[in-house]
């Protein structure tokens, strides 16, 4: 553990002896959280959650405690809770670590929000490529509901509340909350219109439902603990709560780390924790929330003023790592993967590799991301494979703009906003790319380097 | 029809005890598809016929499944699936290196099996892992840092423990 992280959502993960099972769990305080949660009223529960102003961490960083109170209770249907399990956002993998090395802690969090929203019936919505993941959490639901934490009357309080693991089957579209709630139902994971298909009111079974991902649904586990208004002291306001980064890509050390909000620097994360870049490489650009977020240039300035009115000039490595450090370069910290790419990697390539993704998730609803998404790739493909030609730059852009704001999903500007962001920030390179084709100066390989191959 | 379908008794046990989970049957449709795939190594318009008929659907609500969800096979496939991740984070570390020496290691087409049917080799979407880069997952066991070297070792052992004969189905 570095010296600036402060675990405590990774706390027990990978400590030497800590394993997965819930007798590990319950020597380590676990579920005693949970006890003294079913002492409380639901209602103050919710409201410490709202106090605690912990923002979702599955992506949109909306605010948990306000999605929880839109939830219609007056409609007397039963309420659902589903945790959202599916990452599969390209450069994501902090959920995993939750649920193969500390499941209990995610049950346990469950808990408590079920218990806070009175739902008596969740699903964990994992998706289908963590196959020992599914069985862990099954064990792990085994083994609360034979001590009586979950099941019928947990405790003898009179609270019933049931948990079940729900696989996907590959599709990163259910990772989409409303189409996740479709294939849920049993159906094709179609994402719904909103409005009116906003889950708190119309989720599952058309009943109030709240989707939350996996470190969110643990968070309120530790706002249950410390109470919100101590959670909100840790971080910065607007940033509360301790987040978990995912570097990957090409640094000495990728991995998942957890700070404060806005405790350091993504340039602090990236040399100093991650160990900087291999030897004789210079960086080139960072993703920094998942693929489908805007690229940011090494060597951009973000400039704008601050909400208190101050003027800022950041560099890259100045941003403050937390949703509004980030979202000053124009850019989003979305699921928190960070990507990180050196001098040695070709940008029509690294873009090409990334809008094929999407092509390849888009659910076909909605035509601009259907198609669009498909012509990006097909034109990055032959880009990429010998056959760049000078008016692809502004047909990708013009693609590309055509997008977004015109689907029923947020897929649509996850295909588009890598193409705008890539062909904005690298222009040049992608014309030099037509430019040397053109003159035979690359032999059609698609310009893919020895050590670098990415289509 | 439970005949035909030839299902081994702890999967006829699991499908009873699944659908109960549900408020409404259907969304039993996915489970049973995988205890299905996973008993028989795939779904077959049989099988989508006889998951409609246990959930009262009509074959298309479950066929359709089948033909969207990337991990629901219409066709037999290897005994062994290795699904090497494409994505960003492992394409930067070599994945498509590490795809290939599978590829030629087993004499399998892209998305295709082996000439035995034994093997099939395919790509897959970020498997969130990208800090291990770049991974492969061999049936259900997950393998990191899988450079060329490794994924000769790991195409050594499949196919040293494996005897050559068709596939499964
Ligand atoms: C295309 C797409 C894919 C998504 N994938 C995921 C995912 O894999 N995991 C996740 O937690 N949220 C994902 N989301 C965000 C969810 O829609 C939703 O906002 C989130 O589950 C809410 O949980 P939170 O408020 O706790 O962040 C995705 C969104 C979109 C548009
Ligand atoms: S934006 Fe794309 S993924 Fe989302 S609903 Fe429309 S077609 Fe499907
Ligand atoms: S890109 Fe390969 S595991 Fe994420």
């Known amino acids: 553990m570095s010296a600036k992280e402060r675990r405590i959502i990774l706390k027990n993960i990978d400590q030497h002896g800590y394993g997965n099972d819930i007798d590990t769990y319950l020597e380590h305080g676990g579920y005693e959280i949970w006890k003294k949660a079913l002492q409380r009223k639901p209602e103050e529960l919710r409201e410490e959650v709202k106090r605690s102003g912990v923002r979702g961490r599955g992506g949109a960083g909306f605010p948990a ?15 659902y809770l589903v945790c959202n399990a599916d990452e599969s956002e390209p450069g994501t993998f902090k959920d995993r670590q939750i649920i193969y090395k500390d499941p209990h802690q995610l049950i346990e969090g469950m808990l408590i929000s079920a218990y806070a929203i009175t739902a008596k019936l969740a699903f964990i919505y994992i998706r289908g490529e963590f196959p020992d993941g599914a069985r862990i959490l099954e064990r792990a639901i085994e083994e609360a509901r034979s001590k009586n934490f979950l099941g019928k009357d947990i405790l003898g309080t009179g609270f019933s509340c049931e948990i079940h693991v729900h696989r996907g089957a590959g599709a990163y579209i259910c990772g989409e909350e409303t189409g996740l709630i479709e294939s849920l139902e049993g159906k094709r994971p179609y994402p719904r219109i909103k409005p009116p298909y906003f889950p708190a009111a119309l989720g599952l079974y058309m009943c109030p439902t709240i989707v939350n991902n996996v470190e969110t649904l643990c968070n309120v586990k530790h706002i249950a603990e410390m109470g919100g208004e101590e959670y909100a002291k840790i971080g910065r306001p607007g940033n509360t709560g301790t987040r978990i980064w995912c570097v990957s890509g090409h640094v000495r050390k990728p991995g998942y780390y957890e ?21 004789g490489r210079k960086l080139k650009a960072v993703i920094p929330g998942g693929s489908s977020m805007k690229i940011l240039r090494a060597d951009e300035r973000f400039k704008g003023t601050d909400r208190e009115g101050n003027n800022f000039d950041f560099a890259l490595e100045d941003l403050i ?20 790419m050196d001098d040695t990697t070709d940008m029509v390539d690294a873009l090409a ?11 076909g609803q909605c035509t601009p991301c259907r198609e669009g998404s498909l012509w990006l790739k097909k034109i990055l493909h032959r880009m990429s494979h010998g ?17 977004p704001g015109r689907t029923i999903c947020a897929l649509g500007e996850a295909a588009a906003w890598p193409v705008q962001s890539y062909v904005a920030k690298f222009r040049d390179e992608f014309i030099a790319k037509a430019e040397n084709q053109a003159a035979g100066r690359t032999n059609g390989d698609g310009g893919i380097s020895d050590r670098v191959q990415l289509v | 029809m439970e005949d035909v379908m030839n299902l081994k008794k702890e999967t006829l046990q699991k499908i009873d005890e699944v659908i109960p989970r549900y408020p409404e049957k259907r969304s039993a449709v996915l489970p049973l598809l995988h ?22 659907l009509k074959p298309i609500n479950v066929w359709e499944l089948v033909r969207f969800y990337p991990m629901l096979r ?27 020496t599978l590829r030629d290691a087993f004499d399998c087409k892209l998305d295709g099996n082996s ?33 060329e070297e490794k994924a000769k070792k790991i195409a050594g052992e499949i196919l040293n423990g494996q005897p050559k004969q068709g596939g499964s189905a």
């Open chain 1, 321 to 340: 790592l937390d949703f509004d450090g980030i979202a000053v370069s124009g850019s989003l910290s979305g699921s928190g993967g960070i990507i990180v």
């Open chain 2, 35 to 56: 205890l299905v795939q996973e008993d028989q190594g795939f779904v077959s318009r049989d099988a989508t016929e006889w998951i409609a008929e246990k959930l009262g």
């Open chain 1, 353 to 363: 590799n990334v809008s094929a993704f999407y092509a390849h998730e888009s659910c």
């Open chain 2, 74 to 100: 219409d066709k037999p496939v290897g005994k062994k699936v290795v699904r090497v991740c494409r994505t960003l984070s492992c394409a930067l570390q070599g994945s498509y290196k590490t795809c290939k």
């Open chain 1, 65 to 79: 405690g306000m999605k929880w109170s839109f939830l219609d209770f007056k409609s007397g249907k039963p309420v």
């Open chain 1, 259 to 279: 700070f404060e909000g806005g405790a350091l620097t993504l340039g602090e994360l990236i040399y100093d924790i991650c160990g900087g870049l291999h030897p």
């Open chain 1, 387 to 403: 056959q760049a030609r000078l008016e692809d730059v502004d047909l990708l852009k013009s693609v590309a703009d055509q997008i």
């Open chain 2, 115 to 147: 000439p035995d049917g034994a093997v099939t080799v395919e790509f897959a979407e970020c498997l969130a892992s990208c800090h291990t880069a770049p991974v492969v997952m061999v049936d259900d066991d997950l393998h990191e840092h899988v450079d």
